[in-house]
């Protein structure tokens, strides 16, 4: 589905992305894990095609994302769908017209048919009767919900979750799990999950890199990452503070 | 020989030093040009965005038009206060309404009301587009295939390019409106010889160069405005600093602007 | 807030901006009434008048200047000036048209006065014959200059022949031609009188302090031509007693040098040059200070006086400059006065 190669990214001298190579599968649900300032969010913004690599490329069905102009670029972006960190949602707009946002802009359907869709999409985050409060009348759990929604609603080939469940409470984060394994269960879609709960995202994900140093370090089914002798899947996996990355 | 050379790059830090604030100064220039560039010229592409349109002529001109008729009025009457202080020793109280009103027609009404909806809304724009980068709303905006700046700051640009210098005039007839009520009724002006004096004295050229201004003066904050927010880093921090820039910037932007039409105008 | 819908806001707040400047255009500066009518004039000169300068009837405003070309069969300016629609069938035929400076320094405009109001109205586009061109200074000067050229030539000639020959015969041609170029310089001076009065009236337009000095001194004017007038009389009737006389005459002469009596006082006092170029020095300070200023917001809050009356001779400078030099032969005619005399 998406490939990236040997991907290159330093800001000010400092190195990001250092020939970061993977491939995700159609379909799956891949997750890309990390510690905090891994670099992840750059990699998910290369992908998206928001900044650009120093080198590199992003291979979609045979096209390089980096060399795309905006133009073509756009046509490719109407495939994706986006969960930001904060949920991202338009503070100017309540939830109702942030989930219908994408549709209004990209497609033509009439209002009468974005409005099902809409209501289909918040029924199924359980938000229907919040449709008309605004984001900074949300909760954080509430706000992904949202976002996730607004994700889904255009029924996009590839998904992107920008740390889907940083800042929730356990049960919030498990309800967000649940969403995300339904919902990619109702269709076909491919989810790349970028995260650091790695307990939450072995559960739902049919494989898991390990981005370290700006490189993918380890890639597996959970089952054998939780099964690998590698020290630094382990300390991974452990979240213990001995072991070879070490925390200035 | 070791000094020598300590000196040779301590003088080439110097060097360095200038050279990336000069570099940095121009290039934020360039890219406020480029951003306006890009707003303007989007405006006029589809999709039109009506509403969102509509929204910010209401924030930037309805809702600041109580504050200009306020601060418009005092200003008025304080000018003619003033006006009278030094028309009286020449027995030209007459002149109070000709002078006001040129006053408000040229410099108070565009300058001082620029000022004001800069405080006002130059400020909460770059506050709100600030939270928006901050928040990833403009990488959303971007990552559903919508054009952020022509959905954030084409709007905001036009709508104060269009709106100041309705704003201006409505500074300066509520500025007239004060200078009337303090002159005949405080200083015992003649209602007639104040309204001659404005038919005499202000000229159809002083009162579209302050339109002029004003129109300048829009663009002016909402090109500051905006590309401070829409650039600001650095989380709720970020986007306070990036708000006092953008207000400091533009108030001082638009008194050397000020300066520089006057200058060529007059 | 969402009482009145956001769209009924940016209406009603569009609506009230755009009212005002209609109100402003239309009831207060005036503007815009514009379907008047044309009329014409032509002049030999229509300097300080510009399109845009207004026109008035008895001191209100009925109209402005639309253009002026130049229309070179005649050499004359014709200046089209659009007057307001209600004024249509008012202005009658023989109507004078005259132009006009107001205040100190102001700018200048047309004054129509009208004709007799029974005569037939004029139509749109039609002519205003009657044409009171604005004075020009420098001619009534310049005249003067050679007036009192040709009375240095002859008093040089009175003063030798007295010093040098003294014989009676000669003496008596000469005051006999004295005679003769005195009463030419009187009809002279009569009959440019009329100028004379009108470059007074437009220095005092322009120089209060100079009308000030001119209309102190007028009176001393009169009286020395008077003087001069009776003194050649009488040398006309005394010409046998012509030693006391020649002596009478000498020690007149001498008074005159050195400045007793009224014309000498004329001749030498310096004072009416000095207090012209004062004024000229004043003018040039206050013009200096308004080009030098700060901006304009700090010019209006300085002085706003000073800056409202020096902002129309900034943009009248040329016009305001020629004035200084028009009103500065006149503190020269003191000098060539002093120079002829002495």
Redesign the interface.
């Given at each position: 589905m998406i490939e990236v190669e040997n991907v290159h990214k330093r800001f000010n001298h400092q190195k990001v992305l250092d020939g970061t190579s993977f491939r995700i599968n159609s379909g799956s649900v891949t997750s890309l894990m990390g510690r905090s300032g891994a670099g992840k969010s750059v990699l998910l913004k290369i992908m998206i095609g928001l900044e650009k690599p120093d080198s590199g490329a992003i291979w979609l069905d045979g096209k390089n994302l980096v060399t795309l102009n905006l133009a073509q670029l756009n046509k490719i972006r109407v495939r994706f769908g986006i969960l930001f960190q904060e949920g991202a949602l338009f503070d100017s707009l309540n939830v109702r017209e942030n989930v219908a946002f994408p549709l209004k802009e990209r497609t033509k359907l009439s209002d009468r048919q974005i409005s099902e869709m809409v209501d289909d999409h918040l029924e199924q985050v359980g938000l229907l009767n919040h449709g008309e409060k605004f984001p900074s009348e949300l909760s954080g759990g509430m706000r992904k919900r949202a976002g996730l929604a607004r994700a889904l609603v255009t029924k996009p080939d590839l998904v992107f979750f920008d740390e889907p469940t940083s800042g929730l409470d356990p049960i919030t984060k498990s309800t967000i799990y649940r969403l995300i394994q339904k919902t990619h269960a109702q269709r076909e879609m491919t989810y790349v999950i970028i995260s650091h709960d790695i307990r939450g995202v072995m559960d739902i994900s049919d494989e898991i890199m390990v981005l370290n140093d700006g490189q993918i370090v380890a890639k597996g089914k959970p089952e054998e990452l939780s099964q690998s002798v590698d020290p630094l899947v382990r300390q991974f996996l452990t979240g213990s503070p001995d072991g070879p990355i070490k925390i200035d | 020989m070791k000094a020598l050379l300590m000196m040779s790059t301590e003088d080439n830090s110097l060097i360095k030093m200038a050279l990336t604030v000069v570099s940095g100064f121009l290039s934020q220039l360039g890219g406020a040009l480029i951003m306006t560039v890009m707003a303007l010229k989007s405006f006029f592409w589809p999709p039109y965005r009506i509403?969102e349109f509509?929204?910010h002529?209401?924030f930037i001109?309805?809702?600041s038009?109580f504050l200009i008729i306020i601060t418009g009025a005092f200003t008025g009457m304080v000018t003619a206060l003033?006006?009278y202080n030094?028309?009286h020793?020449?027995g030209?109280e007459s002149?109070v309404g000709?002078?006001v009103a040129?006053?408000l027609a040229?410099?108070?009404g565009p300058?001082l009301s620029a000022l004001m909806v800069t405080g006002r809304v130059g400020s909460s724009m770059t506050a709100e587009l600030g939270s928006m980068r901050n928040t990833q709303q403009i990488d959303a905006l971007s990552s559903m295939a919508v054009d952020p700046i022509h959905y954030l700051v084409s709007p905001r640009m036009v709508a104060s390019i269009i709106t100041l210098p309705?704003?201006a005039?409505?500074y300066g007839?509520s500025g007239m409106v004060g200078a009337y009520f303090v002159s005949t009724s405080y200083l015992d002006i003649d209602p007639g010889a104040f309204?001659s004096g404005?038919?005499?004295?202000?000229?159809?050229s002083d009162?579209t160069h302050g339109l002029i201004k004003a129109v300048v003066f829009g663009l002016i904050m909402s090109m500051v405005a905006c590309y401070k927010g829409f650039y600001a880093t650095g989380g709720s921090r970020g986007v306070g600093v990036a708000t006092t820039k953008a207000v400091v910037i533009s108030s001082v932007l638009i008194l050397i602007s000020?300066?520089v039409m006057?200058?060529i105008m007059? | 807030m969402n009482k009145i819908s956001?769209?009924l806001?940016?209406g009603?707040?569009?609506l009230?901006?755009?009212g005002?400047?209609a109100?402003?255009w239309f009831k207060?500066?005036?503007?815009g009434s514009s379907n008047g009518f044309l009329l014409k004039a032509k002049f030999r000169s229509v300097e300080g008048i510009s399109p845009?300068s207004q026109v008035q009837i008895a001191g209100i405003?009925v109209g402005s200047v639309r253009d002026i070309t130049f229309e070179p069969d005649s050499g004359r300016a014709v200046v089209s000036m659009e007057i307001n629609a209600s004024y249509k069938n008012v202005i009658p035929e023989g109507s004078r048209l005259m132009v006009k400076t107001?205040g100190l320094l102001g700018d200048r405009f047309l004054v129509i006065e009208p004709g007799k109001p029974n005569a037939r109205k004029l139509k749109p586009g039609e002519e205003i014959k009657l044409i009171s061109e604005p004075t020009d200074t420098q001619k009534v000067l310049e005249s003067l200059a050679v007036v009192s050229q040709d009375l240095q030539v002859i008093t040089a000639e009175t003063r030798r022949q007295l010093v040098d020959e003294k014989g009676a015969q000669k003496v008596d041609r000469i005051l006999t031609n004295t005679d003769a170029v005195t009463k030419d310089a009187r009809d002279i001076v009569a009959a440019n009188k009329e100028k004379i009065n009108e470059t007074v009236n437009n220095a005092e337009n322009a120089f209060k302090g100079i009308n000030d000095v001119v209309s102190r001194n007028k009176p001393k004017v009169n009286k020395s031509v008077d003087d001069m007038e009776s003194f050649s009389k009488n040398l006309d009737k005394t010409g046998s007693k012509f030693d006391r006389l020649a002596s009478d005459l000498d020690s007149l002469t001498q008074d005159v040098k050195s400045g007793r009596g009224t014309l000498g006082k004329l001749v030498t006092d310096e004072s009416l040059h000095r207090e012209a170029q004062g004024l000229i020095r004043d003018f040039r300070g206050l013009s200096q200070r308004v080009q030098n200023g700060p901006?304009?917001?700090g010019r209006?809050?300085s002085?706003?006086?000073i800056y409202?009356e020096a902002r129309r001779a900034i943009r009248n400078m040329n016009k305001t400059a020629e004035e200084v030099s028009e009103v500065t032969p006149i503190s020269t005619l003191a000098i060539i006065l002093g120079s002829v005399f002495r």
């Open positions: - | 509403r509509l929204r002529l209401d001109g309805s809702q038009a003033q006006g030094g028309m020793r020449y030209a002149l000709a002078t040129l006053a040229r410099e108070l300058v309705f704003l005039c409505i007839f309204m404005i038919r005499n004295y202000v000229d159809i009162i000020d300066y006057t200058a007059f | 956001l769209e806001r940016v009603i707040f569009f009230v901006a755009l005002i400047i109100y402003v207060v500066l005036d503007y845009g405003k107001r901006g304009t917001l209006l809050i002085d706003p006086e409202f």
